[in-house]
T-cell receptor
Framework: SQQGEEDPQALSIQEGENATMNCSYK?????LQWYRQNSGRGLVHLIL?????REKHSGRLRVTLDTSKKSSSLLITASRAADTASYFC????????????FGQGTRLTINP | GAVVSQHPSWVICKSGTSVKIECRSL??????MFWYRQFPKQSLMLMAT?????????EQGVEKDKFLINHASLTLSTLTVTSAHPEDSSFYIC????????FGQGTRLTVV
């Protein structure tokens, strides 16, 4: 079953604006990762945040993690048309098999 | 960075035939690979964990006789969809590693 739920399911903004996507999960995690998927393609790893970290930056990406609320957010600043894609959070559980469990994803559209 | 190559990118087959999808790690050894299935506009659902030199571990509800997995070497895992039916039409993606996973390009399977 899916571990994570993301919202919104779809987001459409103007180029230059910031985009924020949220992810919630159910059980304790080792780390949480964000991936991007262009239509009909594989996934590309964006950023990983460990359970003992609260915030992480990578270029125009900012990820936060609140383990007390079991939630994470991905912020893309100064969005570009090329950022149009689906974004998924994925969690690696502390216990259990070595695998990633993906959220439902957010379809982001950046309008030029 | 590490690369995972998946082949073919797309395949159309007749109902009742079998289709083999290959997943290769090009510049690293992967004792474990993962196979996912993705329906349109939905998230990735883990089907099975492929283990080099041993049997694959299937997720609940995935028919192991339907989706045969072979991980014969440290750089190659194959997924064979046997006796394919139209409902098997989907996007299949492989990945390697759990931390900052690397994904193949995906295979679009259409069963007619």
């Amino acid at each position: 079953s899916q571990q994570g739920e993301e919202d919104p399911q779809a987001l459409s903004i103007q180029e230059g604006e910031n985009a924020t996507m949220n992810c919630s999960y159910k059980t304790s995690i080792n780390n949480l990762q964000w991936y991007r998927q262009n239509s009909g393609r594989g996934l590309v790893h964006l950023i990983l945040i460990r359970s003992n970290e609260r915030e992480k930056h990578s270029g125009r990406l900012r990820v936060t993690l609140d383990t007390s609320k079991k939630s994470s957010s991905l912020l893309i600043t100064a969005s570009r048309a090329a950022d149009t894609a689906s974004y998924f959070c994925a969690t690696r559980l502390i216990q259990g098999a070595q695998k990633l469990v993906f959220g439902q994803g957010t379809r982001l559209t950046i309008n030029p | 960075g590490a690369v995972v190559s998946q082949h073919p990118s797309w395949v159309i087959c007749k109902s009742g035939t079998s289709v083999k999808i290959e997943c290769r790690s090009l510049d690293f050894q992967a004792t474990t690979m993962f196979w996912y299935r993705q329906f349109p506009k939905q998230s990735l659902m883990l089907m099975a964990t492929s283990n080099e030199g041993s049997k694959a571990t299937y997720e609940q509800g995935v028919e192991k006789d339907k989706f045969l997995i072979n991980h014969a070497s440290l750089t190659l895992s194959t997924l064979t969809v046997t006796s394919a039916h139209p409902e098997d039409s989907s996007f299949y993606i492989c990945s390697a590693r759990v931390t900052e996973a690397f994904f193949g390009q995906g295979t679009r399977l259409t069963v007619v």
